[in-house]
């Protein structure tokens, strides 16, 4: 009592043609322009910005020219790894003045984000040289490499971060 598939049958036979047909259509799609035009989107997208976002020039950042890009006021939110400046204001709850993270703006992140810390003994003062991190272990870089990953991925990369003597 098995069941066999016979292409004679006629329900068999209507399906196989309507999946040829259907291949066919992917596969060589029409020519022709449609006769009317959708009107499904008469009314615009709705995901479309009210506005464009102002323009992001790539540019160099010292310690004490990054520190004006807190986020206080509003502003624009930027934080830097490893000398990748990001521009983090899409993230204003972590790293806004109240947030969780706020610290870090307008500053090195670097060894707070290998250590996993997030306190401020992990910042350097914006008037001392950069830090070379020197003294971090392999996995600690590996952790700021994953979160420069992860920054990359998530938010505009918009400048670097050079020695306060040479902008």
């Keep these: 009592m098995g069941l066999t598939l016979e292409l004679g049958t006629p329900v068999n036979t209507a399906l196989m043609l309507y999946i040829l047909y259907s291949v066919q259509r992917i596969i060589f799609p029409p020519l022709t322009k449609p006769a009317s ?7 615009g997208y709705s995901w479309m910005p009210k506005s464009h976002p102002p323009s992001v020039l790539f540019k160099t950042y010292t310690p004490k020219t990054l520190e004006k890009y807190d986020g206080k006021d509003d502003g624009r939110i930027l934080l830097a790894i490893n000398g990748t400046v990001f521009d983090v204001t899409a993230g204003k709850n972590f790293y806004g003045p109240n947030g969780m993270y706020g610290n870090f703006a307008g500053r ?4 707070g984000m ?9 910042l350097t003062p914006i008037d001392q040289p950069l830090d070379k991190l020197d003294d971090l272990k392999a996995d600690e870089i590996e952790n700021m490499k994953g979160w420069i990953e992860h920054f990359s991925n998530k938010y505009i990369i918009c400048g670097k971060l050079v020695e306060n003597d040479q902008a």
């Design 37 to 43: 035009i959708p009107t499904e989107f008469k009314a």
């Design 108 to 111: 090195d992140a670097s060894r």
């Design 114 to 122: 290998a250590k996993q810390s997030f306190d401020t003994e992990m």
